[in-house]
């Protein structure tokens, strides 16, 4: 027998990029080392798969459960059943929605005020997966909201378009360059949304390129100036945020765009979707239930604007600390580049799951909930940019696992989910780095009949 010792030292030193079965705490103040697992992101590989409708008693595909609580987790039900649409694009459309909306509270990290200021990217991994990524629902929930943020699609290029859409006007003072100023309207929320990134990361690597600055400085603190023929345009305190799309199915052309641009890459957090169901009849989500929902959002940020600044309970630090190593480990190669900012993205996601669940400071719950998010993102970039075969391997052993009775699949059924068309050897390489991680045990069982069998199982059922 060979079975592995899920100890709570061995589970707090794996990473947030190997935390795909991390356990999650259902009580105020736990260590994640006691934390029981939900149901993981599931990466797709290219290949096809088969999967049932969604519906009110599934379990939420895509991302942990954890990371759509309450009313997040009851819109992205509404919207993707019946329907080809991915929970986790819908969540990503809903979750910058109302973040460009909560644009006053904040949380000081380091001395330094945190807003709701983020930014994701969607990579459509097949060619159906502009199926995935539809948030027709979302948006006819905010159509008619009142005092909502500006929303505009279109190209980011060197941050022009953006800057010229909130809040600028010719300087009072012109001269010859026509420069363009701050006109000091204080309305600066916008949701962009770049239809595609590739286009961004291309712009950004050119020589003397302002986009990084321009996408760095509205990250930090909403301020950032882009040089333009007549002159100079410029914005300061604004509350943007970025949602960025590909559907790029070729994940070698993507690698090549981003390691020219893996600075501007890291301000994003990436998600890998696909279309999960083939629907020819979809439905949309009822006209009762789009108004429901929007009175519910409308009451919800108008609540949280009015808290400023939110601090962290006592229980959600010491689960920081827990967590804080995992996040910041130097990560090698181009994958490692993308994710290097993952705490202040985590930082950021807790404050907005503490607003939305209407919270007055930022709880264990709120802090489970970003990091649940961002170890799918975390995953899915590696996927993307790492482009190992073993590391798809990987994920579609752990998936397999996950839905397999008890959790646990005998080596034979392992090979079968491969269907002849990995070498053994490969596949038996992906198990031996699984359970070097902890993510997996294996177990040598002798039947009645004298055979021997190998049982592999994930650690923590």
């Given amino acids: 027998m ?34 029981p697992r939900s149901k993981p992101f599931s990466i797709v590989d290219g290949t096809e798969r088969e999967c049932t409708s969604f ?43 109302i973040c460009v909306q ?69 300087s009072a003072n012109k001269h010859k360059n026509h420069e363009y100023a701050d006109s000091g309207i204080c309305d600066k929320r916008l949701l962009f949304v770049e239809t595609e990134i590739r286009n961004a990361l291309s712009y950004a690597k050119r020589p003397g390129s302002p986009l990084l600055e321009t996408i760095s400085g509205l990250h930090r603190n909403g301020c950032a100036e882009v040089m333009v023929k007549s002159g100079s345009i410029s914005v300061k305190d604004a509350h943007v945020c970025i949602l960025a799309h590909t559907r790029c199915i070729d994940f070698p052309l993507l690698r090549n765009d981003v390691k020219q641009s893996v600075d501007l890459a890291s301000y994003f957090l990436w998600l890998s979707v696909d279309r999960l169901n083939s629907v020819p009849r979809p439905e949309t989500m009822t006209d009762e239930d789009v108004l429901s929902f929007n009175v519910r959002i409308e009451n919800l940020i108008r609540e949280a604007n009015k808290l400023g600044e939110l601090k962290m309970s006592k229980p959600a630090w010491e689960m920081w600390s827990d967590i804080y190593p995992g996040l910041t480990d130097a990560k090698s190669g181009l994958a490692g580049s993308v994710v290097s900012r993952v705490e202040l993205h985590t930082i950021r996601l807790a404050l907005f799951y503490a607003l939305v669940a209407g919270h007055k400071q930022i709880t264990t719950k709120d802090l489970r909930s970003a990091h649940s998010f961002v170890v799918c993102a975390s995953e899915s970039a590696s996927t993307i940019f790492k482009g190992s075969l073993l590391g798809n391997m990987r994920c579609m052993i752990l998936c397999a696992l996950h ?59």
């Fill in 2 to 35: 060979n079975t592995k010792n899920n100890s709570k030292e061995s589970v707090k030193k794996v990473s947030a990029m190997n935390a795909l079965i991390s356990h999650i705490s259902e009580n105020e103040g736990k260590s994640l080392a006691t934390m």
């Fill in 102 to 170: 909560l644009s006053e509270p904040f949380f000081k990290y380091g001395g330094v005020k945190q807003y709701c200021h983020i930014n994701i990217a969607i990579v459509g991994n097949s060619t159906k997966s502009h199926y995935a990524t539809s948030s027709d629902a979302v948006s006819r929930i905010f159509d008619e909201m009142p005092d909502k943020a500006q929303y505009l699609e279109g190209h980011l290029q060197n941050g022009e378009n953006i800057i010229k859409a909130i809040a600028i006007s010719p």
């Fill in 403 to 461: 839905t397999a009775p008890e959790k646990e699949l005998t080596r034979t059924e392992i090979n079968r989910v491969f269907k002849g068309n990995k070498d053994a050897d490969k596949i038996s390489s992906a198990l031996e780095y699984m359970e070097k991680e902890n993510l997996i045990e294996s177990e040598k069982q002798t039947s009645r009949v004298g055979r021997k069998t190998t049982i592999i199982r994930l650690v923590g059922r």
């Fill in 55 to 97: 519906d009110e008693d599934s379990e939420l595909p895509g991302l942990y459960e954890c990371a759509m609580p309450g009313l997040l987790g009851e819109i992205v039900k509404a919207a993707c059943k019946n329907n080809e649409v991915n929970p986790v694009a819908v969540l990503v459309a809903l979750l910058l929605r």
